[in-house]
């Protein structure tokens, strides 16, 4: 085996990699993709499925690792065109898989369910409806990976890519006046004031087949989004402290963001330096009731539009 990658970090990235992947593999067989934790995403993707593996499975190291004669690790956020935000992450993982800067022929992530998850995903999408009585269902993630459930029970993200959690609550309010509302969040950050969602548990491929299901996703800047993007699912991202072109899909999602200045938290390059960042970008996600009220409008119009 000539190349062994090995992708790391969160689901998001695993979904954003996918596209360089496909890209490589019309050129090279003799490789493999060691992914830390998310290997089933890429499951039921012909070119890859039977290259990708978990490194926590047993043997992986004498089976697979020893037989690579060069290990890539690629960090798309230290490709200078992604941190001066001339890239986007799928860009960046071309750059470093496949050395380039033509991204011209770079497909969109692809993710595949198999028939018992979208006949799951299909049951879960009635419940929804036979609780909530409306006619289109929306599938809602408010928190990112970086949000945390503080000691004193406040939810908090000191990243601010996730949704401050009282502003969530205002708008899944006026939201589930007109929708089906299905809450994807890890059950620590459920909130009692919260009755106006459904919440399943399940893993990120089930998710994946939700998602599909749903008629409509809002989101934030974490794994949903490249889930419904590699879907085609139409959505909504708030995006808070990352910046829209690295790390969503601008071209296809509706994006909401603040008009705030913004300062780029350099993650995996200078731990202070993100820190410093994350200070001064701690109230772009906080939103006062005449901005939900704006981005509700916002989000009901876009629906309005793709959704029949």
Avoid: C
């Amino acid at each position: 085996m000539k190349k062994l990658f090995f992708i790391d970090g969160g689901a998001g990235r695993a979904i954003a990699s996918i596209p360089a992947f496909l890209k490589y593999a019309k050129k090279h067989d003799d490789f493999a993709i060691l992914v830390h934790g998310w290997d089933t995403l890429y499951w039921g993707i012909p070119e890859l499925q039977d290259k990708v593996f978990n490194p926590e499975q047993k043997g992986i190291f004498d089976h697979v690792v020893k037989h690579a004669e060069e290990i890539i690790s690629p960090e798309p956020y230290r490709v200078p065109g992604y941190f001066k935000q001339e890239l986007s992450l799928a860009e960046a993982f071309d750059v470093l898989i496949n050395n380039t800067n033509d991204h011209s022929d770079l497909q969109d992530p692809i993710l595949k369910t198999s028939k018992a998850e979208e006949l799951n995903a299909a049951g879960m999408i009635l419940d929804a409806k036979n609780q909530q009585k409306k006619n289109h269902t929306i599938v809602i993630q408010p928190f990112g990976r970086s949000a945390q459930k503080h000691p004193v029970g406040a939810i908090v993200d000191e990243s601010s890519r996730s949704l401050d959690p009282q502003a969530y609550l205002k708008l899944v309010k006026k939201l589930s006046a007109k929708y089906n509302l299905v809450l994807m969040a890890e059950q620590q950050f459920y909130m009692e004031e919260d009755t106006y969602t459904v919440k399943p548990q399940a893993d990120l491929r089930m998710w994946t087949a939700f998602i599909d299901a749903a008629d409509y996703f809002i989101g934030v800047d974490s794994v949903g989004q490249h889930m419904a993007k590699a879907l085609g699912k139409p959505g909504t991202v708030i995006v808070g402290s990352t910046f829209a072109i690295n790390t969503t899909y601008p071209d296809y999602f509706n994006i909401i963001e603040k008009d705030d200045a913004k300062k780029y938290s350099p993650i995996r390059i200078s731990g202070l330096e993100g820190h410093l960042a994350d200070r001064m970008n701690e109230s772009l996600m906080d939103f006062n009731d005449e901005e939900i009220n704006k981005i509700y409008a916002n989000i009901i119009k876009d629906i309005e539009k793709k959704v029949k």
